[in-house]
């Protein structure tokens, strides 16, 4: 009877009943382009927002998104998490629309910082409109990544771009760097808005709906900073502490980790490279040709070959311009998401490692009776359920996550090619009008040189 009744819940969740016993369905998740600008080079980076508030707090309103999700502070059955982590057979229709837009100068006397203006259409009953308009700020953002990780401590949250910017711009918010971070920040909440899961987090709904007041006030409720501090200090040492015996599946999944997080890292670093000394290169086109126009005027005989070098080093130059814009907005962005998206990858497999090496402590305890067995009893059931909802939280995240990204790699790998394809094309015919063009003025000369017939 047990088992009909978990899997008619399980049914009534969009699972289907083998989602009970931890096997996750498989996942289309729609993929999303890839954006970015030439402020992601590689170079040294100074530290552009304020320190942000550390003391930050958590929201404590317990609706049923939060009593269903999992945390470290709340232990949840496995069916309930099971029934969060939910991966619909359904086809896919977009109903939430996220566009970051209109970025906004703001100086204090103690600051300065931008904000972005965040339109959000949606079709979903939950919300009590069916457009919103608000405005955040970066740290907003990282408040929200934060509740997210807090609620789903084993789901891949999406990475945010990071909180720095390339050491030698002129200006503190560089035009092209707050556009790069304006579109990484709108990829952000879209990956969020197209994830089963997380698109339905209470937190991320309160972000993008709640006026500028009401998420600060909803930021303070909740634990305080002392509660923090011991929940920290608590995964620090259950981390040290390590896990006896992790499952060969997340072994795995681990060592496929650091293998694409150094691959991942170094092609970023030569793509970056390459993109800078690609630059130089385009600047220094530049100046090439305009030097054979100048030449041109002190040589009579070569004036025709050498404005047709200028004018072909100026059409080069050209085609290179906006190959490199294609590389920007493509390939690079894409690739440094992936760096960003393996370290967050990283710490979700920590956070899933302390969680069930908090079981082996209390395990081993009850071992040598360290403590009253009915109550470590009790306490290791539920650790048990927990360790299950984020094993199972996590496999079926990692295939979807997966999945996206070897489509999104392969997207950015085409895009480059067809770049490549169509600027190399546009090079090799230029170069070739300009030979036709050199051969028929020889014919010409060879023509007028050719003694007449009598």
């Not at 339905?200 to 006026?211: G, H, Y």
Request: proline share 4%; aromatic share 8%; net charge negative.
């Amino acid at each position: 009877m047990e088992g009909e009744r978990l899997a008619s819940q399980a049914r009534s969740s969009g699972l289907p009943a083998g989602g009970a016993t931890g096997e996750s369905p498989g996942v289309d998740a729609p993929l999303l382009g890839s954006s970015g600008s030439s402020a992601l080079l590689q170079a040294e980076v100074l530290d552009l927002d304020e320190d942000e508030d550390d003391l930050e707090v958590f929201s404590k309103d317990a609706s049923l998104m939060d009593m269903n999700s999992f945390s470290p502070m709340m232990p949840t059955s496995p069916l309930s998490m099971i029934n969060q982590v939910k991966f619909e057979d359904e086809p896919d229709l977009k109903d939430l629309f996220i566009t970051v837009d209109e970025p906004e100068s703001h100086v204090t006397t103690i600051e300065t910082f931008i904000t972005y203006r965040i339109i959000t259409k949606t079709s979903r009953g939950e919300f009590d409109s069916s457009e919103f308009e608000v405005r955040r700020r970066y740290q907003d953002f990282l408040w929200l990544k934060g509740k997210l990780e807090e609620a789903h401590p084993t789901l891949i949250i999406p990475p945010l771009p990071e909180k720095f910017i390339v050491k030698g711009m002129v200006e503190r918010f560089n035009d092209d760097f707050i556009e790069t971070r304006r579109k990484a920040l709108q990829k952000f909440l879209n990956r969020i808005a197209d994830h089963p899961t997380l698109t339905f987090n209470e937190d991320f709904k309160v972000f993008l709906t709640a006026q500028a007041w009401e998420l600060s006030s909803h930021k303070k409720q909740g634990p305080g900073l002392l509660s923090r501090m011991g929940q920290t200090v608590r995964a620090v040492t259950l981390s040290m502490r390590g896990v006896k015996s992790r499952p060969e599946e997340f072994m795995e999944m681990n060592n496929f980790i650091e293998i694409f997080s150094q691959k991942i890292n170094l092609i970023d670093k030569i793509s970056q490279r390459i993109y800078k000394e690609e630059r130089e290169y385009s600047d220094e086109m530049k100046e090439y040709g305009p030097i054979h126009v100048l030449w041109s005027a002190s040589e009579e005989d070569l004036v025709d070959s050498l404005k047709g070098v200028a004018r072909c080093l100026d059409q080069c130059c050209q085609a290179t311009e906006k190959r490199m814009s294609g590389l920007s907005e493509a390939l690079l962005p894409a690739v440094h998401e992936y760096v960003l998206y393996s370290e967050m990858v990283m710490g979700v497999m920590k956070r899933r490692d302390q969680i069930q090496a908090e079981l082996d402590s209390k395990v081993e305890a009850l071992t040598y009776k360290k403590a009253d067995t009915d109550l470590l009893t009790e306490e290791i059931g539920k650790l048990e359920d927990k360790v299950e909802c984020a094993n199972n939280a996590l496999k079926a995240d990692w295939e979807r996550w997966k999945h996206n990204m070897q489509n999104d790699i392969k997207s950015a790998f085409t895009d480059m090619a067809e770049e490549n394809i169509h600027y190399y094309e546009q090079c090799l015919a230029t170069w070739e009008s300009f030979l036709a063009s050199q051969t028929d003025l020889h014919m010409e000369e060879t023509s007028e040189d050719k003694p007449e017939s009598h």
